[in-house]
């Protein structure tokens, strides 16, 4: 089946520590997104990628950093500097072409402070 | 003010009632319209899909957009428990580079048997 796998379901950071989040899509889609989900803020992109070895800022990309090696991978990674971590963190992939193409998500890795 | 507001609720009914769910948006250059649903701990799932005014029709939901007033409508038709989630409304950016969506806050359905 296809679709977007994200790992672990649960994370879990101390301070100081650098963790990164997995996303996996065989969905063959060009772009793909992470986004955090708050209580009652809706979801807040972080990061985007429109194709292989390339990627841009969202709207709250402080403290977070990204790779694009491959078409089927968008791990994210969150540093030391985020300083309020505890979220639930989406990844999201779409096809490209013209801004009204829907994104599919994955299910999400919750994060905590340990 | 958010670009796209919606009543976090929780919106209570009972099993068989319609369920009616709203977004308002500022941008006036919206074009198209999605809604997703979001059950505990997963990831949303893509439920409608509108571009311009009027109204749409997918077996129970009905997805409205009514662009003079910028509001935008779900309505579920004969309500299970398992239409209990939150939904949201979204929408794609105009003009923004990378296909960006701005969503609004949820809002949380209870439908209870």
């Known amino acids: 089946d296809g679709g977007i796998t994200q790992s672990p379901k649960y994370l879990f950071r101390k301070e100081g520590q650098n963790v990164t989040l997995s996303c996996e899509q065989n969905?063959?889609?060009?772009?793909m997104y992470w986004y955090r989900q708050d209580p009652g803020q809706g979801l807040r992109l972080i990061y985007y990628?429109?194709?292989?070895?390339?990627?841009q800022k969202g709207d709250i990309a402080e403290g977070y950093s990204v790779s694009r090696e491959k078409k089927e991978s968008f791990p994210l990674t969150v540093t030391s500097a985020q300083k309020n971590p505890t979220a639930f963190y989406l990844c999201?992939?779409?096809?490209?072409?013209?801004?009204?193409?829907?994104?599919?998500f994955g299910d999400g890795t919750r994060l905590s402070i340990l | 003010q958010k670009e796209v507001e919606q009543d976090p609720g929780p919106l209570s009914v009972p099993e068989g009632a319609i369920v009616s769910l709203n977004c308002t948006y500022s941008?006036?250059?919206?074009?198209?319209f999605m809604w997703y649903r979001q059950y505990s701990r997963k990831g949303p799932e893509l439920l409608m899909y509108?571009?311009?005014?009027g109204n749409k029709e997918d077996g129970r939901f009905t997805a409205q957009v009514d662009k003079s007033s910028k509001y935008i409508s779900l309505f579920i038709r004969d309500s299970q428990p398992s239409d209990s989630a939150t939904y949201l409304c979204?929408?794609?950016?105009?003009?923004?580079?990378?296909?960006?969506?701005?969503f609004g806050g949820g809002t949380r359905v209870l439908v209870k048997p």
């Open positions: 999201a992939s779409s096809i490209l072409g013209g801004n009204q193409q829907p994104q599919h």
């Open positions: 941008n006036s250059a919206f074009q198209y």
């Open positions: 969905l063959n889609h060009d772009a």
């Open positions: 509108t571009y311009s005014s």
């Open positions: 979204a929408t794609p950016a105009p003009g923004a580079a990378g296909n960006k969506l701005t």
């Open positions: 990628s429109q194709i292989v070895n390339d990627f």
